[in-house]
């Protein structure tokens, strides 16, 4: 059984940081990329950022600049380190494993960014 735990959510004032974490436990052999959503009620929930098993990256444009995604593969664990924050990117946080063919989700960090 595999599980994703996310840590790292809260509340912050405009402008300031956050560090999400996301640790992935159980029977994963082989992850092949780990990604990051959002999701605001009433809206689809919207990629913010994957990164490959070979490190490579991308990002919403809406982000691109402000938040980076990184991976400790020999602790199955992504970050996604945001600065300057905005109130437009407060939403609950998810993260995402894929390892084909199969795919799992975290449980959600809420995010609050107070203007």
């Known amino acids: 059984q595999v599980q994703l735990v996310e840590s790292g959510g809260g509340l912050v004032q405009a402008g300031g940081s956050l560090r999400l974490s996301c640790a992935a436990s159980?029977?994963?052999?082989?992850?092949?990329?780990m990604c990051w959503y959002r999701q605001t009620p009433g809206k689809q929930r919207e990629l913010v950022a994957v990164?490959?098993?070979?490190?490579?990256?991308n990002y919403a444009d809406s982000v691109k600049g402000r938040f980076t995604i990184s991976r400790d593969n020999a602790k199955n664990t992504v970050y996604l380190q945001m600065n300057s924050l905005k109130p437009g990117d407060t939403a609950v946080y998810y993260c995402k494993v894929v390892a084909a063919p199969d795919v799992y989700w975290g449980q959600g960090t809420q995010v609050t960014v107070s203007s």
């Open positions: 990164i490959t098993s070979g490190g490579s990256t």
């Open positions: 159980g029977s994963i052999f082989s992850i092949n990329a």
